[in-house]
């Protein structure tokens, strides 16, 4: 991946860390911002679709958006910082180089293969 698109992912994953922050969240968010979005590698024990489709809903940045929406407007902290682990935990990820799963298994991402080749 690019060097400014790290960058950018970096920067974002950095921006959620400090919103947490600055609205004093409990420490079990930071928790849950490092780890737990990674609950759904469970679902790869149904197979790679399975897997695949998990992964994906809890690392996909537009539900991310939808959960960030909704939590604005019914003014609701849990949901936000929920929206704000699912964002920063993508862009973490994506930083690191994981992107979204293909059906061909784990190490088939939509940023390029992981993992020994």
């Not at 790869?44 to 489709?53: D, E, R, S, V």
């Not at 949901?79 to 061909?104: A, C, E, Q």
Request: hydrophobic residues 50%.
């Amino acid at each position: 991946m690019k060097t400014t698109l790290k960058l950018e992912e970096l920067a974002i994953a950095l921006a959620c860390l400090l919103a947490l922050y600055h609205w004093e969240a409990a420490y079990w968010w930071y928790l849950l911002f490092l780890l737990g979005p990674d609950i759904s590698f469970a679902a790869y024990l149904f197979g790679k679709k399975a897997g695949a489709i998990g992964y994906n809903f809890f690392h996909h940045k537009g539900i991310a958006a939808v959960v960030l929406v909704v939590a604005f407007v019914a003014d609701n902290r849990e949901l936000m910082n929920t929206g704000i682990v699912l964002l920063g935990h993508s862009s973490m990820d994506r930083f690191f180089g994981y992107g979204l799963k293909h059906f061909d298994g784990f190490n088939y991402t939509h940023l390029g293969q992981i993992g020994k080749r």
